[in-house]
């Protein structure tokens, strides 16, 4: 028994805590925030460098082939430096392709995202259908030995910068669109983050051969639990950053003759702040050991990551900007932007809500014999 | 990253797991003086299997367990519903303290005793006008005899009614800073200078006294440290406290939880189960979500504890977060009962359980070892170094 981050994880947090700090300093995001797609050939070059976009690939397809636990240690501080652009969503997009793609489509597109010479992005919601991980509508049309696509999805992170798209449809079917094909086309959706763009994505009539096709019933649950873990690593990042610009802020404003943190009404609330904050990182560190070790665990465990964390991200930028005052609800200073981001991560596949109706499902339908370890007839029940 | 019990923690947790089904006692009488003697002889029983002193170094009796060691043996000492021992202060505090601070005399007197349960140990603290603010407490230690007389007032102060010592703090240099003036000492609770009175708490029972001192005569060998450094003996005690008994909160909570989530599954309400009641199944996920991540908190503080070698002041969140949940999971609990929650725990119209009882006691939940607010002030001074008010 040991939570220690191994020698080898510790450099991956230094090398990209520094690395971040120094290429995006606030200047650095608020440029690319108010550009089109937020996306910046020279760092996209550099992380590849650092082989990020390849951190879980298998080796086979020139990725690094890390743990879950490497992703996290990184999604903390992509977090924590508000990094703006594609490398969450085209790491979504390699996480999808190595649940459950052919060999043929993990040669011909899993190889490339490795390496960062292509992006790829998902695009799974539906426009007028919900916005749940399971509720995907779109229905394949049957058409010559492959499919025709038809439908318009949602909130597809980064689409104008992403070579293809992982196209979510019923049964848990996915469909890999190369951008430029006849019969897409894509739309910039402006949302509250302005540092990761989104788009909605139509495909109208979109001819897909069988090769294009994979997954099935269940086949992209273990993805879905690894995107819950990381985007709780995301918002316990950006809850740990905006917990420290607050605590300076207590330390150096001054009113009535003293620090503000001095009062107990502002350092209270900063205790709060990092009592959720030490909590997100537990729990997302947890479902991230748990998605390696005991695969059994990880759905519970990383809807818990996702409910807490959704909370906790919110909440603490939140309470950052209180502790601010007026400063912190103005334009000039950053604290909006790491409120936005984490509004916009916690929504992302499922809110606080939906994940803790997940955790009911578990552990209270499922009746396992111990609170804290559902039996697999249990989750199997939750299905 | 290892989340896995080794093969000798496994190994240990069956020595644990299997020791106690052989040699669990079963239930404790109703009678409390009965109780007691019940969770004497228990203590007895566990000392003799040589599992009382589980932290305590093999040198003085004890099992030298690591900490995950302790960890596991809390656990399962609540999994198996084990009775409390008798002389849980002697065990957590006492004895602890006796070996970081004591002289060797002190340890050959007073070690064995603590662990076998012949000599019941409490804790003279706090004061009623010294809570929060122990170190301004007003006891009175002079100079007499080659001892002390002390006089004044103790609160709160847990088996005083059994006890044969009191791990008690009392100032000796009243012109010295707060602080500094204290002297840490132990008190022979048999003497004519010391009146004990239970107080009733708010679930009828008597837990803990209030301890009268009028010139008790303490000797000079009974004192722990030095004269003056009364203060740093004291903080000791509380960090071997949190640490210790975070592992038993941690799986009392998971109990709790369960016993919840069954209760829920039991009752009815809108025509239905409160199981199928949305907001309360809201409300029981957030509560077991809360109540996961309490006992992840605790080991990954256990990792810094065994890399650093103290415990450090983020223990402080550990305790105030599990008073938070343990009372929420209690407020949920009397809810999903609704006007039933109301009848007393044994009535023929109640709906059984001891749900009444579990609520009102865990209203101490976020006063007694630090009150919450206390904790705050720590976490916000110690771990984040905002400046102090004071």
Known sequence: MNFDLTDEQQMLQAAAREFLAARLKSERIRELAESDDAFSEDLWREMSELNWPGLMVSETYGGQELGMVELVVLMEQLGYALVPGPIFSSMLAAIALEAAATDEQKERFLAPLATGEQRGTLALWDAGAGWTPDDVTLEPEPAGGGHLLRGEKLFVLDAATADFFIVGATDDRRFIVERDAEGVSIIPTPTIDTTRKQYAVKLDGVKVGEEAEFGGPGAMEPARVRAYTAVAAELAGIAQRTLEMAVQYAKERQQFNRPIGAYQAVSHRCAQMLLETEGARSAAYYAAWAVENEPQTAPLAASMAKAYASDAGTRVTGASLQVHGGIGFTWEHDLHLFLKRATADAVMFGDARWHREQVARMVIDGAPAEASRPSPEALAAAK | MDLTLSPTEEAFRDEVRGWLEENHPGEPPEDDQEAFEFSRRWQRKMYEAGWAGISWPKEYGGRGATLIEQAIFFEEMVRAKAPRVANILGLVMGGPVVITHGTEEQKKRYLEPILSGEE????????????????????????????????GQKVWTTLAHEAKWCMLVARTDPDAPKHQGLTYFLMDMEQDGVEVKPLVQITGEAEFNEIFMEEA??????????????????????????????????????????????????????GGLASEDPVVRDRLAQLFIESEIFRVTNYRGLTKIMKNGVPGPEGSLGKWQWAEVNQHLMELAMEIRGPYGQFDDGSEYSLGGDWQYQFLRTRANSIEGGTTDILRNIVAERVLGLPKLR
């Open chain 2, 217 to 270: 005569y303490i000797p000079d060998e009974n004192i722990v440290g030095e004269v003056g450094s009364g203060w740093a003996v004291a903080i000791t005690t509380l960090m071997n406290e949190r640490a210790g008994l975070a592992f038993a909160a941690q799986a009392a909570l998971q109990l709790g939880m369960r016993r919840a989530i069954d209760l829920a599954g039991s009752t009815s309400r809108n």
């Open chain 2, 120 to 151: 019941i140990w409490c804790q003279g603290f706090s004061e009623p006008d010294a809570g929060s603010d122990l170190a301004s407490l007003k006891t009175r230690a002079v100079k007499r005899n080659g001892g002390w007389a002390v006089s």
